[in-house]
């Protein structure tokens, strides 16, 4: 399975500190995608990095990619309260052109 | 923007009954998806779809079945509802052919079966 597997399950800290969610998995990828999903609603995509790429970044959110480790990692420095969602990481692959989703990372930003 | 639709936010519906989500797309963008999410168990794909009239199976198909006639919009059927479908039922949409893009989701629909 390519499934991305978040760890930690869920993470409590406090606004201004930085958090940090880790995603791994199993097969070779074309990319990898994080994706946000707030408390009853969609999920809205955040950033994908291509298998060439080593770290992306984007406003507050930092992505690296080790395809060596098959792993990854998004960081969300200054949090703020309104950060409070689950991440979710997806891994893809133009063998089967689907993304598969872990089950994501719970993050509590305490005000 | 992008923006998907489904058709209700919540639905109640007994089992035993037939059940139709219906997904709509404003970006003509070829592939859509019908997943669902349950905790614990993260998203699971149940069908998707690269074109009109065509559909492929995911990973829980089993109970399900879809209909794309037009290339906006995406349909999940639920032939005979039973209780272990109750669930949140996402729908996307994504560019590219053969290529894993980003997928827009739609705001979700939370379906209990009685």
């Known amino acids: 399975s390519q499934q991305g597997e978040e760890d930690p399950q869920a993470l409590s800290i406090q606004e201004g500190e930085n958090a940090t969610m880790n995603c791994s998995y199993k097969?070779?990828?074309?990319?990898l995608q994080w994706y946000r999903q707030n408390s009853g609603r969609g999920l809205v995509h955040l950033i994908l990095?291509?298998?060439?790429?080593r770290e992306k970044h984007s406003g507050r959110l930092r992505v690296t990619l080790d395809t060596s480790k098959k792993s990854s990692s998004l960081l969300i420095t200054a949090s703020r309260a309104a950060d409070t969602a689950s991440y979710f990481c997806?891994?893809?692959?133009?063998?089967?052109?689907?993304?598969?989703f872990g089950q994501g990372t719970t993050l509590q930003v305490k005000p | 923007d992008v923006k998907v639709t489904q058709s209700s936010r919540y639905l109640v519906k007994r089992t035993g009954e037939k059940v139709f989500l219906e997904c709509v797309q404003d970006?003509?963008?070829?592939?859509m998806f019908w997943y669902r999410q349950d905790p614990g168990l993260g998203l699971r794909l149940i069908y998707f779809?690269?074109?009109?009239?065509?559909?492929e199976k995911g990973d829980i198909p089993e109970g399900y079945s879809v209909s794309r006639e037009k290339k906006e919009r995406f349909s999940l059927i639920l032939e005979s509802a039973s209780t272990n479908q109750t669930s949140m039922y996402l729908c996307?949409?994504?560019?590219?052919?053969?290529?894993?893009?980003?997928?827009?989701f739609g705001p979700g629909t939370r379906l209990l079966v009685l």
């Open positions: 996307a949409s994504s560019t590219g052919q053969g290529v894993v893009e980003t997928q827009y």
């Open positions: 097969t070779s990828i074309n990319n």
């Open positions: 990095i291509r298998s060439n790429e």
């Open positions: 997806a891994p893809g692959s133009s063998n089967t052109g689907k993304l598969i």
């Open positions: 970006m003509d963008h070829e592939n």
């Open positions: 779809s690269y074109d009109v009239k065509m559909k």
